[in-house]
């Protein structure tokens, strides 16, 4: 029987503790046996809800990685706090799963992937959308080749009044980006993923703030709201003549329920959620859905666990790779850039 896997955690909130603890104890070749976390309570909270020993729960994730034997590092801290832990845990030579958004820059993603491919070990970017119930049914139409070739998506993800109040997700030092790296990232990595991830050539966007750094119905202080934007539209073009239109907010007078993605063929469309595919059939267009979903029980965040340490046991390739989540990165590096000078630029 195969070694189990050691899984350490570097950051210890909401999303290890809400989704990535189940994932890995429902895998049952692992174990999570050490965390780092600087905060009192998340320390705390490693040790009563896992049972590891006080020993093996750190401050600083350096003596995580210098003081127990790891085959597996998730990262599960704020966002410009996933590159400097991935590239020391592949130093450390161990398999990496680190949260979304994949880093707060190209470059940083870019070194990220390297150093993955340099210290041969598995690295996965936690894009958990693609693996709800909903984007499974719509990526079997998708590979089983019904819309054809993809031209034009819609990547939306528009909140009302959605700030996250919690963690760190307002704060620019911590986070860099707003909606657009929060849930935009998400929309975008499965309109991407439906379209084969074409090669990106420029971006034109506009970002704004005008609701979330005023008082408001939300329950975060204006005054620590320091994230660049609160919606972000963008127009994507690819080499391959595809396009897609980027939207994401926390914060918009739109009506509740608005958003998706959509991704429109030559032979046909699919939309997401609810999962719908939208083809020619017998001289008519029409819209299909699934009664019966096999994959609906299916936890997103449980199943990208599962098949990473599927991956990692079986010599896969990552469910999510790093030069995945670079186009990704470059997309949202260009949004914000064309944003802040006001024109189209090149990614
Ligand atoms: N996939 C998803 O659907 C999803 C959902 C929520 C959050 N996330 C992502 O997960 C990440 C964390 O979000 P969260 O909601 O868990 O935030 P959180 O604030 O609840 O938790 C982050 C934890 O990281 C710790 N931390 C900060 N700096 C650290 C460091 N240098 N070393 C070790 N620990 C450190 C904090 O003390 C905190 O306990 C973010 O990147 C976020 O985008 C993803």
Known sequence: MAKRLRVGFVGFGGIAQG??????????????????????T????????????????????????????????????PNAHHYTPTMEAFKAGCHVIVEKPFAISARQAEKMTEAGHEAS??????????????????????????????????????????????????????????????????ALDLCLLLMGFPEPVSVSACTYLEIANKPSLMRHSIRTYTVPEDFAVGFVRFANG??????????????????????????????????????????????????????KDINSHHEEIRLFAEAIRKGL?????GEQALITQRILDGVYKSGKLGREVKV
């Open 121 to 186: 070990k598995l690295l996965m970017v936690a894009q958990s959308l693609r693996f709800t119930a909903e984007s499974l049914a719509v990526r079997r139409w998708v590979d089983a080749g019904l819309i054809g070739d993809a031209y034009w998506g819609r990547a939306s993800m528009l909140r009302v009044r959605g700030v996250p109040p919690w963690g760190a997700f307002i704060d620019k030092e911590a986070s860099a980006g707003g909606p657009c790296y929060d849930i935009g990232v998400h």
């Open 42 to 77: 998340a320390q705390k909270a490693a040790i009563t809800q896992l049972g590891i020993p006080e020993a093996n729960v750190f401050g600083d994730y350096k003596k995580l990685l210098g003081k127990v034997e790891l085959d597996v590092v998730d990262i599960c801290t």
């Open 317 to 321: 390739p990552s469910p999510v790779p």
């Open 242 to 295: 595809a396009s897609i239109s980027l939207e994401a907010s926390w914060a918009l007078n739109v009506c509740a329920g608005q958003g998706g993605v959509l991704v429109c063929g030559t032979k046909g469309g699919v939309q997401w959620s609810p999962p719908t595919l939208i083809s020619e059939e017998h001289g008519m267009v029409v819209e299909t859905t699934p009664q019966v979903n096999p994959d």
């Open 19 to 40: 989704c990535h603890v189940g994932g890995w104890k429902a895998v049952k070749d692992a174990e999570i046996v050490a965390v780092a976390d600087p905060s009192a």
